[in-house]
């Protein structure tokens, strides 16, 4: 007979159950085919298999068929719970709190054992609500988008609390500076201290108890990355995030704190007064709004989604797409027909390669905006696409309105023009009919994997951060 060790447990439990009944003591019942009492308490307790010849021998002792024994259903609700319990502590789930095994004896009353094995499933519960998996993580994202698109990609409240942080500071007009940022903290009672050590699972680690943010060295090139991860981890603290307990929260916060960074970075009111200003004389561009403030030309086209429609008064989108084709990010409240899968998620889609945050790519003059219009099933779009570069790949971040509202900005006088069908697969998915006969069953690519679209949260108390560095760098500098 071979079984599982949950099938052990449960046969364990028939034959104590069934010995029970027909009053029988270990001993005896071992003695009825040939055990020794001690041999059929393993047996019991499910740490040892028995032969099927033993198993037979029990069930004609208890006066029951064999299949009554071998029922894989618990005997009793008690025995439920038992087993139940035994499963649970057995999971390495349990095994990572430390904590020392309970035995349902029978000094623990139904009611308490109940309890225990209700605290059980929910602490698997919340263990597993806190590891998203790819589906739930792309139906997470999906929703922030839905959410943040009813709002105009706007978020008044965190705009007039990092507009308080900044005036508090002393700043009045440019770049926020490093120096107000620190002054920043100093007024929330922290000290920026940048490190050399962090974990690589963090960008930045706030000790609490010392009144402490650590971020990484001040010498990395250009300024933005390091105010901004500064800024983030305040808002943390002013915004009162508590470790998320999923997956959709940890995206909320995420969102929350990267909003206030960029809220400080460019303050809501200067934003709103050199936007208008460029509106008016016709001159809107993202590098301008870029350089203005001294931040990437990413945080600046996302900054002015925020801004575009709520202070402008024009609908707009965002792309970053990566440079395969695949949809990084995106942003829309203007009918942009995003590329979506059939649960609405957008990230890891192929953007059409017709559209400028494609074809972009293909100019040999990357240091300033690309313009293009495009004609697509939802009506004809004006974008404005800049290139980049990572240590790890290429990318496009594109920010573009209707063609109505394409009057305002600078680029409109441009003669670029294509026309897009997709999500139609013969726009540009789908080869030609020759070309496809021709290689039919001739050729096998291998497809790359968007590891970044599929990975699953880690767990942990704070997801995806590995707690033991964490506090090991902690100790490490609390001294010093």
Not at 173 to 181: C, F, Q, S
Not at 334 to 356: A, H, M, R
Not at 364 to 384: I, K, L
């Amino acid at each position: 007979m071979k079984t599982g060790s949950t099938d052990l447990a449960t046969l364990g439990q028939r034959i104590r159950h069934f010995r029970g009944e027909r009053g029988m003591t270990l001993d005896q019942a071992g003695e009825a085919v040939g055990l020794a009492g001690s041999q059929l308490s393993l047996i019991e307790n499910g740490k040892r298999e028995p032969k099927l010849s033993t198993l037979d021998a029990l069930a004609s002792a208890f006066g029951i068929g064999l299949e009554d024994l071998l029922s894989r259903e618990a005997p009793s609700p008690r025995a439920a719970l038992e087993l139940e319990l035994g499963r649970a502590q057995a999971s390495p789930l349990y095994a990572s709190l430390g904590l020392p095994p309970i035995r349902a004896g029978r000094g623990i009353g139904d009611d308490t054992l109940e309890a225990i094995v209700g605290l059980h499933r929910e602490l698997q519960r919340r263990a597993s609500q806190a590891i998203a998996t790819p589906e739930e993580a792309r139906r997470a994202n999906t929703h922030l988008r839905e959410r943040m698109r009813e709002r105009d990609n706007h978020l008044p409240e965190i705009e007039q609390l990092a507009e308080e942080q900044v005036r508090a500071a002393g700043h009045r007009t440019g770049a926020v500076t490093h120096r107000e940022v620190s002054v920043m903290a100093e007024r929330l009672g922290f000290q920026l201290i940048y490190v050399n050590d962090l974990p690589d699972s963090t960008r930045s680690i706030t000790d609490l108890a010392n009144g402490r943010i650590y971020l990484p060295p001040a010498s990395i090139p250009g300024g933005h990355g390091l105010r901004s991860m500064a800024l983030q981890a305040m808002a943390h603290r002013l915004l009162g995030h508590q470790p998320p307990a999923s997956y959709d929260e940890f995206l909320w916060q995420r969102l929350e704190i990267n909003y206030f960074a960029a809220a400080c970075l460019m303050p809501r009111d200067a934003s709103v007064a050199f936007l208008q200003q460029a509106k008016k004389e016709k001159r809107l561009a993202i590098e301008d709004f870029r350089d203005a403030f001294g931040v990437t030309h990413e945080a600046a086209a996302l900054r002015f989604t925020n801004l575009g429609t709520t202070y402008l008064d024009m609908t707009v989108h965002f792309l970053r797409v990566a440079g395969d084709g695949a949809l990084l990010k995106g942003y829309e409240n203007d009918g942009l027909p995003l590329p979506t899968d059939v649960t609405g998620s957008i990230e890891g889609q192929w953007v059409c390669k017709k559209w400028s945050a494609r074809t972009a790519f293909e100019h040999t003059n990357r240091t300033t905006e690309n313009y293009q219009y495009t004609d697509t099933p939802a009506g004809t779009f004006w974008c404005a696409t800049q290139t980049g570069r990572t240590d790890a790949a290429e990318f496009s971040i594109s920010v573009g309105v209707p063609f109505a509202q394409a009057k305002w900005f600078r680029g409109r006088e441009t003669t670029l023009r294509a026309v897009s069908t997709c999500p139609d697969e013969a726009c540009c998915r789908r080869a030609p009919a020759g070309l496809a006969e021709r290689w039919a069953g001739r050729a096998w690519p291998s497809a790359r994997l968007h590891a970044h679209v599929l990975s699953p949260l880690p767990s942990g108390t704070f997801p995806g951060v590995d707690d033991a560095e964490v506090y090991a760098f902690l100790e490490a500098h609390a001294g010093q």
